[in-house]
């Protein structure tokens, strides 16, 4: 038996925005159900996220019935946003590529503009299964993603966090740690590892599902804004750079495809299979 479990796993129905922590999710060829099919766009049709506004991390999505979800923020009403129909496909640009999505209706694209106080329109990725390749400098022929930053799921361990703190500590900005772990927004967060062991898993299996390593993750300034408070420091990416260089990136959590589909539920061994 394997000493490795499953702590948690998050789903983020919006980009950027905070999601919820179910006790199990259907693991599906493009991600978590349900994470990561809606975003944000601006008015040139480019999708924003915490990048930009930092204050999205104070916005809340919570997934529904059909594919709804309900969504809050500091003063603001809840809005349940339904599933648009079939309709026109609206291009947006999500890092400088294009992706077909369809637009929400006019009533989420009034909630978010008026939450961030910029006019923004809501998008939903209608049919993952042909919309958005995985990178292709590390995927498989078919592998698909949803509106995640580029690959299906992110895992992370409660060992490399507390080793990534205790690097914070000693460095020169002990005042902004400990980090919780929703500085990274993982789909799956796995204990009893060893620190920085998920850096070599080949292909991993989590319940009935299996999984491919594709990558290293690499970060960026979302992990510096406090997901609480929407205010951004300078950790882990100071610490990040001295200790953790992989390549080009800044790394901390491992990219996922999944090549066999099952359900994923919280307590769940997990073994390395390669």
Same mark, same amino acid.
């Given at each position: ?113 008026? $939450? ?21 400098? $590390? ?11 580029? $690959? ?59 999984? %491919? ?46 090549? %066999? ?14």
């Amino acid at each position: 038996m394997s000493n490795l479990h499953v702590q948690a796993l998050h789903v983020h129905p919006v980009k950027s925005v905070a999601g919820t922590a179910p006790e199990e999710a259907a693991v599906e060829p493009w991600g978590l159900s349900g994470d990561r099919r809606w975003a944000l766009v601006d008015t040139g049709g480019t999708v924003i996220t915490q990048r930009r506004h930092p204050q999205l991390a104070l916005a809340a999505a919570r997934p529904m019935a059909g594919g709804r979800i309900a969504v809050t923020a500091p003063g603001m009403a809840e809005l349940v946003v339904e599933v648009p129909d079939p309709g026109p496909l609206e291009p947006v640009v999500l890092f400088g590529k294009k992706v077909e999505t369809v637009v929400a209706a006019a009533a989420a694209a009034d909630w978010f503009s008026a $939450y961030l106080k910029e006019p923004v329109r809501l998008v939903h990725l209608d049919d993952p299964s042909v919309r958005r390749p995985v990178d292709p400098d $590390y995927a498989l022929p078919g592998e698909m993603v949803s509106l995640a930053d580029g $690959y299906p799921l992110l895992v992370t361990t409660l060992a490399s966090l507390d080793a990534l703190n205790s690097l914070i500590a000693q460095g020169d900005h002990p005042e902004e740690g400990p980090l919780p772990m929703d500085r990274f927004r993982p789909n799956v967060v796995v204990s009893g590892a060893e620190a920085w062991a998920e850096d070599g898993w080949r292909r991993i299996a989590i319940g009935d599902a299996v999984f %491919r390593g594709a990558r290293e993750c690499g970060r960026c300034v979302v992990t510096t804004t406090d997901q609480a408070a929407a205010e951004r420091g300078r950790e882990p990416l100071k610490t990040l750079g001295k200790h953790r260089r992989i390549g080009k990136s800044l790394a901390f959590g491992r990219l996922l495809v999944p090549v %066999r589909l099952g359900t994923v539920r919280v307590g769940d061994e997990v073994r390395v299979l390669e």
